[in-house]
């Protein structure tokens, strides 16, 4: 089956920019996570739905990021007015309650 | 999550075994130890985990010692295609609800011919 997809691939902005990343989890699972993966370091996280509900957001960085997950599935991480340092590559993954987290590519995010 | 410390980088030659430590010495008794790699410009792949006992898969063996503060990920027959960043992260597994995983900087494994 499919596994977690996410669009675009890359994205580039502009100073100030407002962006969408999308996140297209496993069909059936419940958990979705979003990470930050700066160069040359590990993903960070910085948020957790279960369902619609959006249980940890104790990794956002700054008031200008936000993620929702209206019906459940889709996920879209939105970041308003970009800054050069949130450039990095963002992460989705998604789970079943207690099992392994599948990522998907991930977004490469350029801001200029 | 307790902190795991492992090698920066590591080489290893195609069609022998890649070794990897990792350090856990806080670890409590309910974490797991899981391990992941990241070939490049891909997403994190899960690998293998355990609790206390050995184990194996079709990827890799898990090694975690006695007193659970360290593990090795054996890979028995290294190929080029391994060559990734390998992370080792110990997490809580609750009934119901997911966790986060909380990874370090990894070892750089390096297969070479």
């Known amino acids: 089956g499919a596994g977690v997809s996410q669009s675009p691939r890359y994205k580039v902005a502009k100073r100030g920019q407002d962006v969408a990343l999308r996140c297209d989890p496993i069909s059936g699972h419940v958990s979705l996570f979003w990470y930050q993966q700066a160069l040359g370091q590990g993903p960070e996280f910085l948020t957790y739905f279960q369902n619609e509900a959006q249980l940890d957001k104790s990794g956002l960085p700054s008031d200008r990021f936000f993620a929702e997950r209206p019906e459940g599935s889709v996920s879209t991480l939105k970041i308003q007015r970009t800054q050069q340092e949130d450039s990095a590559v963002y992460l989705c993954?998604?789970?079943?309650?207690?099992?392994?987290?599948?990522f998907g590519p991930g977004t490469r995010l350029t801001v200029l | 999550d307790a902190k795991t410390t492992q090698p920066t980088s590591m080489d290893c030659a195609e069609g022998r075994a890649a070794n990897l430590p990792c350090n856990h010495s806080?670890?409590?008794?309910?974490?797991?130890v899981y391990w992941y790699r990241q070939i490049h410009s891909q997403g994190p792949q899960y690998i293998i985990h355990?609790?206390?006992n050995n184990e194996t898969n079709e990827m890799a063996s898990l090694i975690i010692t006695e007193d659970r503060k360290s593990s090795t990920l054996i890979l028995p027959h290294a190929t080029l295609r391994d060559t990734a960043v390998y992370y080792c992260?110990?997490?809580?597994?609750?009934?119901?609800?997911?966790?986060?995983?909380?990874f370090g900087t990894g070892t750089r494994l390096q297969v070479t011919l």
């Open positions: 992260i110990v997490r809580v597994i609750n009934t119901g609800t997911a966790s986060k995983l909380t």
């Open positions: 993954a998604s789970s079943l309650p207690s099992g392994q987290q599948f």
């Open positions: 355990g609790l206390k």
């Open positions: 806080t670890i409590s008794g309910n974490e797991y």
